[in-house]
């Protein structure tokens, strides 16, 4: 596929580079205060799942001839602060898996608005999207038994 992408394609694709790279820097900055071995490694898990389907919109960019989503140093130092201030007094294995399921429901609530917003988005995009949020909703079904 080495023709140009449609705008709604790479809003899309990009929403899901955006979403993926966020969910990768908070488990990466969470992961040190996981104390529960099985938690830690559902957290590997998803970091690796996370970087897969990353890679897959960026490789669909790619070959779309379209730019790739950049995030701003800012979001990124807000993103770290948050994971601290919601840890620093509470890093039971329970409040950590809920800060989790509430980190996959912003991601799936930002895909949703992504769709929608983008609604002439085609196969190439949606087929990594709906990816995305399978894999959170399924994230979630898995963390409920750390609550």
């Given at each position: 596929m080495n023709s140009k992408?449609?705008?709604d394609d790479?809003?899309?694709l990009q929403e899901v580079q955006r979403n993926t790279g966020m969910a990768m820097k908070a488990l990466d900055a969470i992961s040190e205060k996981v104390f529960d071995d099985d938690l830690s490694?559902?957290?590997a898990r998803?970091?690796?799942?996370?970087?897969?389907?990353y890679h897959k919109a960026t490789d669909k960019l790619l070959s779309g001839k379209a730019a790739s989503y950049k995030s701003t140093g800012f979001q990124d130092v807000m993103l770290k602060g948050a994971v601290r201030a919601n840890t620093m007094l509470n890093t039971?294995?329970?409040?950590i898996a809920e800060l989790l399921i509430q980190g996959?429901?912003?991601?799936?609530t930002s895909m949703w608005k992504a769709i929608n917003h983008?609604?002439?988005?085609?196969?190439?995009?949606?087929?990594v999207a709906k990816e995305l949020m399978d894999f959170e909703e399924k994230n979630i079904e898995r963390l409920?038994?750390?609550l």
């Open positions: 992408l449609r705008n790479i809003g899309v490694m559902q957290v998803e970091a690796m799942k996370y970087s897969e389907i039971s294995t329970s409040h996959s429901n912003r991601g799936l983008h609604e002439r988005a085609g196969e190439v995009s949606m087929e409920k038994q750390y």
